[in-house]
């Protein structure tokens, strides 16, 4: 993730999100929203139901955000937040989506496909 940020900075965008793609109810409206908010806060992130993240988008390049981190953890999203706040970052929290990682998450996904019209 850390690279990608880095890479896009360096070509010259002025935004730059990061998607992870086992979100079903990703949407553009939501990548659009994203995208937005960070016209007025510094970082934004889109939390997932199993304590993780499944977006993460700055207006610059903030390394620090990712020092001293474990990803893959029950306290991804809490510890990301966490370095925002200590960093004096201003952060804007988009929707908690369910995402599908491991075997049981298929269930969800179930649900989901079930509900959807």
Known sequence: MNNAFRQGFDEGFHKVLVMMPDCPKMSDTLIEKAFKSLDENDVVIGPTDDKGFY??????????IFKNKTYETATQYEDTVKTFENLGLKYFNLPVLVDIDMEEDLGK??????KTP
């Open 109 to 114: 996904l179930k649900k989901i496909i079930d």
């Open 55 to 64: 977006m993460l988008g700055m207006k610059k390049y903030i390394p620090d």
